[in-house]
């Protein structure tokens, strides 16, 4: 079992699905170092290990050899430290108490090793192609697509269910009581776990048309446990929204690909409330307004957003076609063809020389072809416009 998990999470890594930030990755360590014991019971070691992923589903998991995997999207509905240290210490339980162990002894393993993962990798591969354009800085919003998301999932669903991470009723609640008795002992709310828990529901509700956050969902009777694990309280830790800011945009990027704009906004609007914004969460709110109004007061607070992103970020090539945009609902055609040659004099500039990945270096080409192509074509349409 710790093989099996050693080589799923290398492959995520190896694949380029791994979520790097590392000053969220030491901060979620330092929690854990308040919860995992150094060493179990019968003598093995408590060593406990952190891969953060690029996904928008609301997963986290503690695989057999101690790895906890935590999806950004679970993390981007959390609001308080609190409620992330419940969500550890419930997956290090499962770890302590030995559950993916008994699951595993259970039942017979329905594919040879060597089979599951070859399988596995195909999956993974494709799952990497749908990723990669997400890792282009120079790439609109919009790169990482729900096919991507669907697959990670579930790819992930089925080494959880070969690793016996798919738990019962009795287990959950076991993992569930003994969160709460961490969460007293280091001095945390002894509600962090229902609150926690209760946002998790809430995010299943407004994406209940999306099968995939409803799929990836593998804990039972989430309404039981939420009533089981004491009061919920509405707080937020505004010190909590800035450390995971990072994973807040992932997450609102893949909803802005999605095409879900209304679930975007709240993600990007709570990085410029706590002053955490990047130029990426203003271009992203500006395609939002964009994309659901178009009234004179929002084309000009998309200006107003892509001045801030000009101010964060100037050499940002995800500026350009927004402000042209907004622009042209304004009806300022002059302006638009000045924003439309500076565009097209930017996209010669770029320098293809230095890029080793030969599949980046092709996304990078296509995507300065056809922007080429598109800003030609709509400077020969507005030169022709009365």
């Not at 060597?114 to 990669?132: D, K, Q, R, S, V």
């Not at 990836?216 to 919920?232: C, F, Q, W």
């Not at 565009?343 to 293809?352: M, P, Q």
């Amino acid at each position: 079992m710790e093989d099996d998990a050693l080589e799923y999470i290398q492959k995520v890594k190896n694949y380029g699905l791994e979520f790097n930030d590392p000053y969220l990755e030491s901060y979620i360590y330092s929690l854990v170092a308040k919860i995992a014991p150094t060493q179990l019971i019968d003598g093995r070691p408590g060593s406990i290990n952190l891969l953060i992923q690029e996904n928008p589903t609301l997963n986290a998991g503690c695989y057999p050899n101690g790895t906890i995997v935590l999806n950004t999207g679970l993390l981007a509905a959390l609001h308080s430290e609190d409620e992330l240290v419940a969500i550890l210490a419930h997956e290090i339980a499962h770890y302590v108490l030995d559950h993916s162990v008994q699951n595993v002894n259970a039942m017979l393993l329905r594919q040879k090793r060597a089979e599951f993962w070859a399988a596995l990798a195909t999956g993974l591969t494709a799952a990497a192609e749908g990723y990669a354009a997400s890792q282009n800085a120079y790439y609109v919003p919009g790169a990482a697509t729900m096919s991507m998301a669907i697959l990670s999932t579930n790819i992930a669903l089925e080494v959880v269910e070969r690793l016996g991470m798919k738990y019962n009723h009795e287990q959950e609640n076991d993992a569930d009581k003994l969160a709460i008795e961490v969460l007293k002992i280091l001095g945390y709310n002894e509600n962090a776990l229902a609150t926690a828990l209760t946002r998790l529901e809430g995010e299943y509700v407004k994406e209940r048309n999306n099968a995939m956050y409803i799929n990836s969902y593998t804990h039972p009777a989430l309404i039981e446990r939420i009533n089981n694990a004491g009061k919920v309280l509405d707080y937020q830790d505004e010190k909590f929204e800035e450390i995971i800011s990072f994973a807040v945009s992932s997450v609102a990027t893949m909803k802005y690909s999605d095409r879900r704009f209304h679930q975007c906004l709240p993600y990007v609007n709570q990085n410029i409330k706590n002053g955490v914004a990047t130029a990426d969460d203003y271009i992203l709110k500006a395609n939002c307004l964009l994309s659901t109004k178009n009234v004179v007061a929002s084309n000009q607070e998309v200006l107003e957003l892509i001045s801030i992103a000009k101010q964060l970020d100037a050499d940002n090539i995800n500026i350009y076609k927004t402000e042209i945009i907004a622009t042209l609902r304004l009806n300022n055609k002059p302006k638009a063809l000045e924003l439309l040659n500076l565009y097209i004099t930017t996209l010669d500039s770029f320098n293809l020389d230095n890029i080793k990945s030969d599949n980046l270096w092709e996304k990078l080409r296509d995507f300065i072809i056809f922007e080429k192509n598109w800003a030609e074509k709509m400077i020969i349409k507005l030169s022709g416009m009365q």
